[in-house]
């Protein structure tokens, strides 16, 4: 049964570019929701996709985007980066917003 | 807006301590409240608690809710070297997002 698989596991890219992390969610769940994590603080909503719509969104900018396919995974994008993206990443998969499983994790670090 | 507010910051114990640890929340529309620990990157699951008064328990972890006074506590008895890590406590505002404390981060020492 796997879990959640994020990838890539790590990534460095440099300010104003644009990036994309990708999330398989658990099997049996239909719900991906994405969440910001600096480093010394919990995790940051970012905005969660059900039925390939984004269902509801954190308080972050127009830069972060995302998007939802058939299979339910789910891909995350930032456009613009600011040094201030760096952050962990992680992807966090339910069954209709029930029962959260957690992925590994993408660490971005922007230079 | 949605507050989850945890206490201490950090802790240093010794292996065989009892430790406690804080969670205080003000969200609208609260299902649960959930606890997770972190030791590397992905957060691991420990409990869901959406009644008060009704401890969970798992081994030498248990939890417990009070909806009235808005809080949860976390103990962990007979610590480990192995319990340190940090622990999130998060809460569900009907099922759409978890809105996530800062964490606590306990380190026990041998």
């Known amino acids: 049964d796997a879990g959640v698989t994020q990838s890539p596991t790590h990534l460095i890219k440099t300010r104003g570019q644009q990036v994309t992390l990708r999330c398989s969610p658990k099997?049996?769940?239909?719900?991906v929701s994405w969440y910001q994590q600096a480093l010394g603080q919990g995790p940051q909503f970012i905005f969660q996709?059900?039925?390939?719509?984004?269902?509801q969104r954190g308080n972050f900018p127009d830069r972060f985007s995302g998007h939802q396919f058939p299979n339910y995974s789910s891909e995350l994008n930032v456009n613009a980066l600011l040094l201030g993206d760096s952050a962990l990443y992680l992807c966090a998969s339910s069954l209709q917003g029930a029962g959260y499983t957690f992925g590994s994790g993408t660490r971005l670090t922007v230079v | 807006e949605d507050k989850v507010v945890q206490s201490p910051l950090s802790l240093v114990v010794h292996e065989g301590d009892t430790v406690t640890l804080n969670c205080s929340y003000e969200?609208?529309?609260?299902?649960?409240l959930l606890w997770y620990k972190q030791e590397k990157k992905a957060p691991t699951f420990l409990f869901m608690l959406?009644?008060?008064?009704i401890e969970k328990k798992s081994g030498r972890l248990s939890s417990i809710l009070d909806k009235k006074e808005l809080f949860s506590i976390l103990n962990i008895t007979a610590t480990q070297t192995g319990d340190s890590a940090v622990y999130l406590c998060?809460?569900?505002?009907?099922?759409?997002?978890?809105?996530f404390g800062g964490g606590t981060r306990l380190m026990v020492k041998p």
């Open positions: 969200v609208t529309n609260f299902r649960s």
């Open positions: 996709y059900y039925e390939e719509e984004e269902r």
């Open positions: 099997s049996g769940h239909d719900t």
């Open positions: 998060a809460v569900d505002n009907a099922g759409n997002m978890l809105t």
């Open positions: 959406t009644s008060s008064g």
